[in-house]
């Protein structure tokens, strides 16, 4: 089946504005991670929900960053109030099982990405 | 504190020679999982090999191979042959079972010229 999408695929936004990031996930699949990746680093945690709860969100920066899956299918990530450093990709991922499982629930498959500027 | 260090930033090689990127881990745990993903040009991230704790033989892949020793926290990954094709960012990345998140390393990018 289709993969994990992730739209806009490229967001320019002023600074101060809200931006909401759409992902769906492969279908079928029980967990939806989000991942911050600056350029020339590796993607760093966000949150992550299994079904329609949110589980662990310790990787959002701040309060101005949010996210929700309300049908435990697609998820949105929303950043208020945007900040210049708030720029980078951001990267969601799915996984068939929900923790605890063995190894083929634990791997995680990436969406395209959207790359976010904030000017 | 779980950690990935991939210390080699880049790597050049020409087509057909054999390339070894390095990754090693740090975690408490005794169960977890060891992966590696590229990130071709295009920019996505694609899924190449998971890796348990519990299982240390090595894995051939055509001309990939990986190489995972639990003495040395080393999980490394060899590109036999390689082709133009191979230029990518390498990640490796470990996930215990005790939490969701997965721990990257900065990535190894490879350069392959004709």
């Known amino acids: 089946g289709a993969g994990v999408s992730q739209s806009p695929r490229y967001k320019v936004t002023k600074r101060g504005q809200d931006v909401a990031l759409r992902c769906d996930p492969i279908s079928g699949h029980v967990s939806l991670y989000w991942y911050r990746q600056a350029l020339g680093q590796g993607p760093e945690f966000l949150t992550y929900f299994n079904y329609e709860a949110q589980q662990d969100k310790s990787g959002l920066p701040n309060d101005r960053f949010s996210a929700e899956r309300p049908e435990g299918s697609i998820s949105t990530l929303t950043i208020q109030r945007t900040e210049q450093r708030d720029s980078a990709m951001y990267r969601c991922?799915?996984?068939?099982?929900?923790?605890?499982?063995?190894?083929?629930?634990?791997?995680?498959?990436f969406g395209p990405g959207t790359r976010l500027l904030v000017l | 504190a779980q950690k990935v260090t991939q210390a080699q930033t880049e790597i050049s090689v020409v087509e057909k020679e054999d390339v070894t990127l390095d990754c090693v881990y740090e975690?408490?745990?005794?169960?977890?999982?060891l992966f590696w993903y590229k990130q071709p040009p295009s920019g996505e991230l694609v899924f190449l090999i998971r890796?348990?704790?519990?299982?240390?033989q090595n894995e051939i892949s055509g001309r990939y191979s990986w190489n995972f020793q639990k003495s040395t926290s080393s999980f490394n990954f060899t590109i036999t042959a390689s082709q133009v094709v191979d230029s990518a960012v390498y990640f490796c990345a470990l996930i215990s079972t005790n939490t969701d998140k997965l721990i990257f390393g900065t990535g190894t990018r490879l350069q392959v010229f004709p």
């Open positions: 991922a799915s996984s068939l099982e929900p923790r605890g499982a063995g190894g083929p629930g634990k791997t995680q498959y």
């Open positions: 890796r348990n704790s519990f299982d240390e």
């Open positions: 975690t408490r745990d005794t169960t977890y999982y």
